[in-house]
């Protein structure tokens, strides 16, 4: 970690919402930390039906989040959270304060595969308050679909500096 913040890069770390291994992050000097949602996901697999959704698996696992999220946030660290999150799925995660960021572009993509990038923009668009969309190209016809929506912007990652930094920094 130290040798790719020499760098100048920032490191985030994908971690379980598990104390000991934010205590470690925040000790290892990563600038930030991903939250996994998987389990908070797969609790949620069936949102319409009630019969299937675990309410307290699921508060239980929010509280996780949660409390892994406010201890991050004490070490200094930035925090994000992802892995299986969805549009029907993460209104409750969006509600944790020290989340500064959700990562849900495999559902986005996977979205616009059945109807079309467009409306899964848009869908997106008027669920959150504000919508980054961060890529490493993005094909013209994104562009003009996302100038559509006022509170979504493109965020173009140039990698480039990252991967020359790797070799020097193994």
Known sequence: ??????AGIFVSLFIDPDIEQIKAAGKMGAYQVEI???????????????????????????????AAARLATKAGLKVSAGHGLTYRNVSLISNVPEIEELNIGHNIIARAALVGMERAVRELAA???????????FPWTSRLKARRFANVRLLA??????????????
Do not use: W
């Open 36 to 66: 996994c949602t998987a389990s908070y996901a797969q609790l949620n697999e069936h949102p319409g039906d009630a019969t299937v959704r675990r309410i307290r698996e699921i508060e239980k696992e929010l509280a996780r989040i949660g």
């Open 157 to 170: 990652a140039d990698v480039t500096a990252t991967m020359d930094a790797l070799p020097q920094a193994a």
């Open 1 to 6: 970690v130290k040798k790719l913040d020499d």
């Open 127 to 137: 669920g959150f308050r504000e919508v980054v969309l961060v890529d490493v190209v």
